[in-house]
């Protein structure tokens, strides 16, 4: 079956160090990639995504490339500030009839903490 | 727009109560699944939906029930609630080729 690993946390930074969160990810076909994070006490928000191989998903100057090669979804960003501090989410949608009928699988979260 | 609507956002059972986490969407999306969230577990699965009338189990379904008799309406039920069922629970919603959409999240505690 589908399948995200990510990096386990807490992951902690201090304001301006450079992000990578690890994330690669197993699926039969093509499946969409995906960011989500969530901030203390609210739901899941998308933060980008990417559909096919070599695109490039971006937001808030967080980026990540989808790189079928590798079967990887590698998170970024170049300076990271407090309020980045939340739990990103790795997940992906598998394509099968319907496409994502079976709903997105994710990977278990990595908290982030952006120190001053 | 009010997106997807999860009530209550905190509730305490005892152990084999019945309750109903309810969830609506006002986006007119196909699809439609309820998630757990627990420390170290990352979202499981429990149920979807594919469109009314239709509902398939998850990846964790035992002790969960759910129907879909309308698109905007999706509630998930406890039959008998447990202490291993203590989690956060959300709803989300999607069109099935995009992002998924949620809701702030139920957090139930079972004693």
């Known amino acids: 079956g589908d399948s995200v690993t990510q990096m386990e946390g807490p992951v902690t930074l201090s304001e301006e160090a450079f992000l990578t969160i690890n994330c690669t990810y197993t699926?039969?076909?093509?499946?969409?990639l995906f960011w989500y994070v969530q901030y203390p006490g609210e739901g899941l928000q998308l933060l980008l995504k990417?559909?096919?191989?070599?695109d490039k998903g971006s937001n808030k100057g967080f980026e990540a490339t989808y790189r079928k090669e590798t079967t990887s979804f590698h998170l970024e960003k170049g300076s990271v500030q407090v309020s980045d501090s939340a739990v990103y989410f790795c997940a992906l949608s598998s394509r099968r009839g319907g496409g994502g009928a079976d709903g997105l699988t994710f990977g278990k979260g990595t908290h982030l903490i952006i120190q001053p | 727009n009010a997106g997807v609507t999860q009530t209550p956002k905190f509730q305490v059972l005892k152990t084999g109560q019945s309750m109903t986490l309810q969830c609506a969407q006002d986006?007119?999306?196909?699809?439609m699944s309820w998630y757990r969230q627990d420390p170290g577990m990352g979202l499981r699965l429990i149920h979807y939906s594919v469109g009314a009338g239709i509902t398939d189990q998850g990846e964790v379904p035992n002790g969960y029930n759910v129907s879909r008799s309308t698109t905007e309406d999706f509630p998930l039920r406890l039959l008998s609630a447990a202490p291993s069922q203590t989690s956060v629970y959300f709803c989300a919603s999607w069109t099935g080729r995009a992002e998924a959409f949620f809701g702030q999240g139920t957090r139930l505690t079972v004693v």
């Open positions: 699926a039969t076909g093509y499946p969409s």
């Open positions: 990417a559909t096919k191989a070599d």
């Open positions: 986006m007119n999306h196909e699809y």
